[in-house]
Nanobody
């Protein structure tokens, strides 16, 4: 099983920046896509951004131009640089990875990290 550990959440004022990190560990043969999802109170979990192993990225329309996803394949780590944060970005952010392990292909999730944008 793959363990995903997120870090970097917190409280920030509107217009500020945060950088989230997510490191995968375990018996990993290969990680395919990695990404970030978020869930605000009373809302469904939604895709924020994801990135394939070769670096192809996808972003939600609401974050295009403000957020940047990147990954370090050697470290099995994915990052989310969030700039120009807005109150509506407030949510729990979850890391996701589609990984191939000795038990086959699997989708794994982190525990989540809170991001609060407020003055």
């Amino acid at each position: 099983q793959v363990q995903l550990v997120e870090s970097g959440g917190g409280l920030v004022q509107p217009g500020g920046s945060l950088r989230l990190s997510c490191a995968a560990s375990g018996i990993i043969w290969r990680i395919n896509a990695m990404g970030w999802y978020r869930q605000a109170p009373g809302k469904q979990r939604e895709l924020v951004a994801d990135i394939t192993r070769d670096g192809t990225t996808t972003y939600a329309d609401s974050v295009k131009g403000r957020f940047t996803i990147s990954r370090d394949n050697a470290k099995n780590t994915v990052y989310l640089q969030m700039n120009s944060l807005k109150p509506e970005d407030t949510a729990v952010y979850y890391c996701h990875a589609n990984a191939v392990t000795n038990r086959g292909e699997d989708d794994d999730w982190g525990q989540g990290t809170q991001v609060t944008v407020s003055s």
